[in-house]
């Protein structure tokens, strides 16, 4: 999320990121469905309990603030702390409103536990019922604790633009290979119905040398060393990882916002993170 994404200029030039993910997802479609590993329960996990209206747990996610530029993304969003765009339902959820306010500028939420919780290797999994439109980035996504990006490295467990709503997208970031797409790192998986209509769980199992992407269970890609380019160096065996959760509005990959379906929210269940299993 913090580097310039190019799967939309890539896609007005007609030989896209997205073209060349959709070569090596379908062998991989086959995948069964997969157990948290190493333990039932979660080292670590948010349910967002609490009163409707308060925001997040101080001692399990920090803020991140200020205006869309500051990502690297040409977004338009202003992220802020405020209960308008960040805050509990009271019914176990945490809702993050991205919408267009009076004046015209756009605000959104964007969440993290840097600084307050991080691990290598493991289960990584959220339930989302993720928001509906153009120019609408929502992410469920990963950085390494030390360096700046993209030497820290990057995991998006789940990333979804307005214009493909069936379309899950799951991709790593190094250096190297922070941007274009051409040995499969990234994956995506389409479904039969809009993303946005219903929640659905989004998760890696992170271990050693591999990184497995799933939806409602299933592997949809794994990555290796063997999708970076020659001689760079995987860095995602090195430390650990925090978490982040956020709505874009506008920026590169997803396009300009249509004003007419804002506001939205992305509604997340609980965000949960299992121990590595024994072989890690």
Known sequence: MPRKRTVAVATALGVGLVATIAVVVPMLGSASAAEPPGAAEPVW????????????????????????????????????????NVRLDGEGHLVITARKESGGKYTSGRIKTEGLFSQRYGRFEARIKIPRGPGLLPAFWMMGNRGDWPVNGEIDVMENVGDHPRTVYGTIHGPGYAEDDTTGRGGEKTIGSELSADFHTYAIDWAPDRIDFLLDGAVYKTVTPRNIPAGATWVFDQQPFYLLLNVAVGGDWPGRPHDEVLPQEMVVDYVRVYPAGQNT
Do not use: H, I
């Not at 309990?49 to 969003?77: C, I, M, S, T």
């Open 45 to 84: 996990a948010d349910e967002f309990d609490g009163p409707a209206g308060r925001g997040v747990d101080a001692g399990k996610w920090a803020y991140d603030l200020g205006y869309g530029e500051v990502w690297g993304n040409n977004e338009y969003q202003t992220y802020t702390d405020s209960t308008d």
